[in-house]
T-cell receptor
Framework: DADVTQTPRNRITKTGKRIMLECSQTKGHDRMYWYRQDPGLGLRLIYYSFDVKDINKGEISDGYSVSRQAQAKFSLSLESAIPNQTALYFC?????????????FGPGTRLLVL | DQQVKQNSPSLSVQEGRISILNCDYTNSMFDYFLWYKKYPAEGPTFLISISSIKDKNEDGRFTVFLNKSAKHLSLHIVPSQPGDSAVYFCGGGGSNYKLTFGKGTLLTVNP
């Protein structure tokens, strides 16, 4: 079983709709992240959470919100989807070993906003 | 301001030869660097890391070199195999800095 799961894997929605992308992890990590990947732009951080009570904006948080329902769950919402939010979205968790943070990514959600 | 840069969007090499992927950074306070590999339709997976106090780390066919004075690191894959074809992301991080990724380099290994 995958340690980091994302649902849905694919989603098509229309401009103006509210949608939620969900992420669950079984690794027991406190830290969780949401990224989006666009061609030529790499991985850009949307939001991150260092524990259930800690939520922080990343470099491109406008138009997005998150909820950390439990240590294992971190969801990303698009309040009113727009076409330029069409992208591949990744959730990740991380741990520290020997002062080095390693991130573990989910399989991604491909989102198309029409 | 992009703290981690991968200036080559793509690289093509022949099977059996060496692949060298480069990464430059601007934040001299990074404590470590990592390389991730990403296949299409999958999430990135951790490949290899290096602490800022070292200049080399090796794991099988993969070796990462760090040149702190030049703020440059490179990933060497020897010998390259077709299954190594993927996008490679370089990242830097530290106890006071979130992991920051470059834009990635698409490696194609031709049979």
């Amino acid at each position: 079983d995958a340690d980091v799961t994302q649902t849905p894997r694919n989603r098509i929605t229309k401009t103006g709709k509210r949608i939620m992308l969900e992420c669950s992890q079984t690794k027991g990590h406190d830290r969780m992240y949401w990224y989006r990947q666009d061609p030529g732009l790499g991985l850009r951080l949307i939001y991150y959470s260092f524990d259930v009570k800690d939520i922080n904006k990343g470099e491109i948080s406008d138009g997005y919100s998150v909820s950390r329902q439990a240590q294992a769950k971190f969801s990303l919402s698009l309040e009113s989807a727009i076409p330029n939010q069409t992208a591949l979205y990744f959730c990740a968790t991380s741990d520290f070993t020997e002062n080095l943070e390693t991130q573990y990514f989910g399989p991604g959600t491909r989102l198309l906003v029409l | 301001d992009q703290q981690v840069k991968q200036n080559s969007p793509s690289l093509s090499v022949q099977e059996g030869r060496i692949s060298i992927l480069n990464c430059d950074y601007t934040n001299s306070m990074f404590d470590y660097f990592l390389w991730y590999k990403k296949y299409p339709a999958e999430g990135p997976t951790f490949l290899i890391s290096i602490s800022s106090i070292k200049d080399k780390n090796e794991d099988g066919r993969f070796t990462v070199f760090l040149n702190k004075s030049a703020k440059h690191l490179s990933l060497h894959i020897v010998p390259s195999q077709p299954g190594d074809s993927a996008v490679y992301f370089c990242g830097g991080g530290g106890s006071n800095y979130k992991l920051t990724f470059g834009k990635g380099t698409l490696l194609t290994v031709n049979p």
